[in-house]
DNA sequence: TGGTGGGTCTTTTTT
DNA sequence: AGACCCACCA
């Protein structure tokens, strides 16, 4: 079968396919048949003669890899099985575990997920007895945010503190020592991180040149999808295996770079055609998934940005209808209003061709509610993942055990439920049994029951070798009692949830790998769309899909944009370019929900909300507004009326922020802005925001564009 | 000495 | 809802 690539291919996306030989670095804005494009090579390269096992893409999630590969497979009606394709994580992960004795991990190693890292990090901490009593000491979290940061960025402590964390300065020598400590937990257990997995990939291709060459010759033909979101270790992992003058070729899209936070680096994709020499690069332009009104917006927020973009979307798709700008009162009623709205994008839509978008996880909990409530099915991507739920950590705790009895983490959790038996016991514990004290064991079990059963019960399972499945299912028949106990509330969901387990374990007969995979790409039957189920995803997880109607909600400062952004003005920026991503995932129909106060916990009221600068920026011409009326309804927008409701509703689009955002920002005094009116200036909060008290409305943080120095 | 339970504060995004 | 601290109790 032939591929008809004049017909399916514009101009660009046909050169990007049949240009294979020598580097090539497309620039894909968004819709532009990017995927598409990959999809199509991969075709193609296969019917040039290629033997698919010389392929490797490389893409953000194994999800959107497979869906490429079975999308070049059905195009080309054969098997593409023995093309290498996941995440550079994943990748790492295999390509480590063949060459484990070469970065001295002669027994091989487990890979820690985020809360193991996490424990580790405070467990480091207690020991070097710092911050006791301290309340405002880092928490957790926000060690290993530095610690990873700083690898990921490649850069000292030192210089992550001083230029995102200014705050945190005074913890920098604790931070050092804390990843000091880190660092060498790791290695006395034989523990990998996420970042070591790319560093050590990283270390043993500069180190062993035999398997360097091994690699550059099996994968003749690489491919590395949203390349704006790799960072420099990637980088020079894409390097090590192509060679320099490989056939690789990196897609991506600089307007689209949203995982900075994470060390991602968009000079990558700018610095590539200088390290690939030769290197070809294409552009796509013609957007192909969104009408034409939804890109005017998407362009407005673009045009805000203080990195311009060479950036203007345009496509053939017509339409009457503008995006909606909807304004309910709370975000409860949000809650309800969207169900509506999906209620009605079903009339028109497959539920699952419907998302809504959200800035952060817990977000999307009260539509949840609501969606359970009048018996819509939902599928959330985002948040807490499959493997970090509390009872599957549990589960997966005892098979860490059978695999690896050194593993501390594994038992403080597997220890967890026995009472009486706290950290402190599970130390001694531990080191019992690594010097064989017997005595102290045997005491302890006499002591507590279930310390006893546990051990004969993992004692029996590493007696008997068996596949993962069967492990697993008595692992599970051992847990049950304690399942129950532990969770009396809801332990059937969790159940459920064991269940799924079981059935992604058939499919394995390695043990490690099972827990390896679990760790870096969650549970993979979870990521087949739903069948008539509107989807729930953050913006992040939602990069790279498209739906015929969106739905974003929260549109309200200090959620999108993100409270913890709203100090840095890069920060800041990183939040539109997700704006920018959330908005391009609209085939036909956009709306935009901005509450007018939220519920917070911390004061468990609700509390008036500013909206986004993203929509307060957007000219009216590009967009529908709706109000809540006190009724419960939607009412589109008169002419601001006198008897408004809340002031809140009152502005008009605030204008581009004045062109003076370097006026002085550390003067004091009176300020005008356009909502709350005229205020005083209390305190400057680094670098440009203000907290201003405003007459009538009483104390405000605000960022320094939107206020007018009077 | 160490565990447990209650009270208090704080929530980004992901491999 | 979770994480963390503190005070009380075995």
């Not at 070469?102 to 020991?127: H, P, Q, W, Y």
């Not at 017509?318 to 700008?325: H, T």
């Not at 978008?357 to 018996?375: C, D, H, K, M, N």
């Not at 739920?389 to 403080?412: E, F, G, M, T």
Request: charged fraction near 30%.
């Amino acid at each position: 079968m032939s591929i008809d690539f004049e017909n399916e291919l514009n101009e660009a996306q046909r050169e990007a396919v049949t240009t294979t030989e020598g580097p090539v670095l497309v620039i894909a804005g968004a819709g532009s048949g990017k995927t598409r494009t990959i999809v199509y090579r991969l075709a193609h390269l296969v019917q040039m003669g290629v033997d698919p096992s010389q392929i490797l893409l490389l893409t953000f999630t194994r999800k959107a890899a497979q869906e490429m590969l079975q999308r070049a497979e059905s195009i080309l009606g054969r098997s593409l099985h023995g093309t290498s394709g996941g995440t550079f994580h994943s990748f790492a992960y295999a390509t480590l575990r063949q060459n484990a004795m070469d970065i001295g991990f002669d027994n091989g190693f487990t890979l820690m997920d985020r809360a193991d890292s996490e424990n580790i990090c405070k467990e480091v901490k207690d020991t070097l007895k710092l911050g006791k009593g301290d309340r405002s000491y880092p928490r957790k979290n926000t060690l290993l945010d530095m610690v990873t940061k700083s690898r990921n960025k490649e850069l000292t402590i030192e210089a992550i503190l001083e230029r995102e964390a200014y705050h945190l300065s005074p913890y920098l020598d604790d931070f050092n020592e804390i990843a000091d400590g880190y660092r060498q937990f790791k290695r006395e257990h034989a523990l990998v991180d996420y970042d070591d997995l790319l560093f050590l990939l990283d270390e043993l291709l500069e180190k062993n040149e035999p398997l360097r060459n091994q690699l550059q010759t099996r994968y003749k033909y690489i491919m590395v999808d949203e390349y704006q979101d790799t960072n420099l270790v990637q980088a020079r992992i894409v390097k090590y295996l192509a060679g320099t003058k490989g056939n690789v070729m990196a897609v991506g899209d600089d307007a689209q770079s949203i995982y900075a936070f994470r060390g991602a680096n968009v000079a990558n994709i700018l610095e590539y055609p200088k390290i690939f020499e030769g290197c070809k690069v294409i552009r796509l332009e013609q957007n192909y998934r969104s009408v034409q009104p939804i890109l005017d917006l998407t362009n407005e927020i673009l045009k805000g940005a203080t990195t311009k973009f060479d950036k203007n979307l345009y496509s053939e798709l017509k339409s009457d209808r503008l995006p909606r700008v909807v304004y309910p009162l709370s975000d409860q009623t949000q809650a309800r209003l969207v169900v509506d709205q999906i209620l009605d994008f079903k009339r028109k839509y497959m539920l699952h061709d419907v998302a809504v978008l959200f800035r952060a996880g817990y977000q999307s909990f009260p539509l949840e509610v609501a969606l359970t409530r009048v018996g819509i099915d939902y599928q959330k991507f985002g948040g807490i993942r499959f493997h970090e739920a509390a009872h599957i950590k549990d589960v997966l705790s005892y098979l860490r055990l059978v695999l690896n009895p050194h593993d501390l983490l594994a038992w403080q959790r597997a220890m967890d439920h026995i009472k009486g038996v706290g950290p402190k016991t599970v130390a001694k514990i531990y080191k019992a049994m690594h010097t064989d004290d017997e005595k102290y064991l045997a005491k302890m079990m006499k002591k507590h029951d279930p310390l006893k059963e546990l051990l004969v019960e993992l004692n029996k399972l590493r007696s008997t070798p068996a596949r993962p499945a069967s492990v697993l299912e008595s692992v599970l028949a051992f847990y049950q009692p304690i399942l129950i106990e532990k969770y009396p509330d809801d332990y059937p969901k969790r159940q459920a949830g064991l269940e799924q387990l079981s059935q992604i374990a058939v499919n394995y007969t390695d043990m490690e790998l099972l827990l390896g995979d679990l760790s870096l790409d969650g549970d993979p039957e979870e990521e087949k769309r739903k069948e008539n189920a509107v989807v729930l995803s953050t913006v992040h997880s939602a990069k790279g899909l498209e739906w015929s109607g969106v739905i974003i909600i929260d549109l309200v400062e200090d959620r999108f944009p993100s409270r913890k952004a709203m100090q840095r003005a890069e920060d800041l920026e990183e939040e539109r370019r997700l704006m920018y991503v959330a908005c391009t995932r609209a085939k036909e129909q956009l709306m935009l929900f901005v509450p007018s106060s939220v519920f917070n916990r911390a004061s468990g009221m609700s509390e008036p909300t500013l909206p986004s600068p993203f929509i307060m920026e957007l000219p009216e011409t590009v967009y529908d507004r709706l109000n809540e009326s006190y009724g419960g309804g939607l009412e589109q927008r008169r002419r601001p009326a006198a008897s408004r409701p809340s002031p809140v509703f009152e502005d008009d689009p605030i204008e581009e922020p004045p062109s003076n955002p370097k006026a002085s920002p550390k003067k004091l005094g009176v300020c005008e802005h356009k909502i709350y009116g005229k205020g005083k200036i209390i305190a400057y909060i680094e670098p440009n925001k203000y907290r201003v008290n405003f007459f009538g409305f009483g104390l405000k943080v605000i960022i320094g564009d939107y206020l007018k120095f009077l």
